[in-house]
């Protein structure tokens, strides 16, 4: 094995050699995330079951019970559990993985290691709370059903995987944006907190995409978001507006951000460390 | 026994060179690229003064020379210890040669694989226990999960933490982890290990164990690159010195020569 040290070429691309070699690197720093997470919380991973079922009492008394938004005939807590699964994994994995650079810079300053895969790392360990949130809407789901709630699921839930794995790579890409740019811009991150909100309302998340116009919803669309969550939905719940072309789109979209992101990431890694 | 590739030089620099940014903040670095770019696209020169070409003057305004043509070679099993005063370049030619950095110009090729430290623990989780960090810590040093556990025994008794192994290391001592750290490194399936001013904190005691054994890994073919500001310790451990002086080698040779002319 030989190792050049030479100057940086203007666009490096990740090692994927190098990243193959630390590879155990992903399964030790997914597993000190979720220690360092649990370890001396007392409700530890309870939270995650909590804070989706704060949020999705107030939609059910904001958006359901006070503004009458139609939930496509499904009980609206089944709708915004479903919904909030994804929200919150994004939320949570980008909250990590956009401060990757800032957080751990004494540790680049000191260790070298491929830098890339402590932000997937984040977002692979994020996956545990969206398996604790995955049981809360499953009890939520055979209670209802028990019930008689005709709420069933189709075999589009055979995307369930596909959608997740798409989740993962777009919080990633995402993620890998606002690291670089938090440290470039330490502002960014003010703009970030903007723009967050502002996402969850632009997604189909408290709404059916349904209960907006027709003529609305390429824009909507747009969000790679939105056909994840109606896509989830029709799985799970049996409603929900999704179609092939529009999901192409949302992919083509995640798999843009991801690379560019990668581009980025790679770009402001290695120069960052001479100025953090 | 050497093989023919271990014959060559495990390091060989070339004229390595790094300047940084004498301005602290990375926004006046991202406004001067700007500046520079506009006027490169206004055809006008970069330089708009010539620069002194002696000192640590860097190639443009607001730079510096950290290191400068450094040329040297490391031969497989060879300990070479750099020694310098403080802002001589030492640590930005371990943070080169360790990948953290980049170097403006010039090149160095490392035959093997590489493993560093530069600062005792990083990375370690005050929370996970001593076998959990080494772990982590063998991984960050380039180990696979499996080639760590194969140490493990080994590790836990060089650094005498056989009996804490369950406790997390933030119940362990300053020196306790200081030992686990340094015991990961040493027992790293390296070729070529950076030591910046890690063992100057060792008992002596600590120091024999740690001199025991990077005589052993030399004997197999390991290089060490050790700074230190202890001159005692850098004339035991090493087989060969380099002085730096104001970011370029001022003199490299055998350990006693160079420290006659150091300690002059």
């Known amino acids: 094995m030989q190792t050049r040290i030479k100057p940086q070429s203007s666009l490096p691309w990740v090692d994927w050699k190098l990243v193959y070699q630390y590879r155990d690197l992903l399964g030790l720093w997914v597993k000190r995330d979720i220690a360092s997470k649990y370890r001396q919380t007392f409700l530890g991973p309870l939270w995650f079951v909590f804070h989706p079922l704060v949020t999705a009492t107030v939609f059910v008394l904001i958006f359901a019970r006070g503004l009458q938004i139609e939930t496509e005939g499904v009980p609206p807590v089944l709708f915004y559990l479903t919904g909030l699964l994804i929200w919150n994994y994004v939320s949570q994995a980008l909250n990590s993985t956009s401060m990757t650079l800032v957080s751990h810079s004494g540790l680049f300053k000191k260790v070298f290691f491929p830098r890339v895969i402590l932000p997937f790392s984040y977002c692979v360990s994020s996956l545990v709370s969206l398996g604790i949130q995955l049981g809360v809407l499953s009890c939520f789901y055979l209670v209802f059903v028990g019930w008689g709630s005709p709420v069933r699921p189709t075999e589009w839930v055979l995307l369930f995987p596909f959608l997740i794995a798409q989740t993962l790579l777009l919080s990633f890409g995402l993620g890998l944006w606002i690291a670089a740019l938090t440290v470039r811009f330490r502002d960014f991150h003010h703009v970030w907190a903007l723009i967050s909100p502002l996402w969850l309302y632009a997604t189909p998340i408290s709404y059916p995409l349904s209960a907006l116009p027709e003529s609305w919803h390429w824009a909507l669309e747009l969000n790679p978001l939105t056909s994840v969550v109606e896509g989830l939905r029709l799985g799970v719940l049996g409603t929900g507006t999704f179609h092939f072309g529009a999901w192409a789109g949302s992919v083509g979209i995640t798999l843009g951000i991801a690379l560019t992101g990668l581009l980025i990431f790679q770009k402001v890694e290695r120069s960052c460390v001479d100025s953090l | ?264």
């Open chain 2, 1 to 264: 026994m050497l093989t023919p590739s271990e014959q060559n030089p495990r390091v060989t620099a070339r004229s390595l060179s790094k300047w940084y940014w004498t301005e602290s903040s990375y926004r006046t670095s991202l406004q001067e690229s700007f500046k520079r770019a506009w006027r490169h696209w206004c055809g006008r020169s970069t330089f708009e003064e010539p620069l002194p070409t002696e000192g640590r003057q860097g190639p443009e305004k607001n730079t510096l020379w950290a290191v400068r043509d450094l040329t040297f070679e490391i031969q497989p099993g060879e300990c070479l210890g750099v020694i310098g005063s403080n802002g001589a370049g030492k640590s930005t030619l371990v943070r080169l040669l360790a990948r953290l950095t980049d170097p403006s110009a010039g090149e160095a090729i490392v035959q093997g694989k590489i493993a560093s430290v530069l600062e005792v623990g990083s990375g370690f989780h005050p929370d996970l226990t001593a076998p959990e960090n080494a772990l982590l810590n063998g991984v960050f040093l380039g180990m696979r999960r499996v080639e760590v556990e194969e140490r493990m025994e080994a590790i836990l008794n060089f650094s005498e933490l056989q009996d804490f192994k369950t406790m997390p290391v933030k119940k362990l001592s300053q020196g306790m982890q200081y030992r686990l750290a340094l015991a990961v490194a040493l027992h790293a399936n390296a070729d070529f290990l950076l030591l910046d001013e890690v063992l100057e904190v060792a008992d002596r005691e600590f120091e024999n164990k740690c001199w025991e054994r990077i005589q052993h890994q030399r004997e197999r073919g390991v290089s060490f690159l050790f700074v230190s500001h202890n001159l005692d310790q850098v004339k035991r451990f090493c087989s060969r010195l380099l002085w730096m002086d104001e970011g370029r080698i001022h003199l490299q040779g055998e350990p006693q020569e160079v420290l006659e002319a150091y300690t002059l």
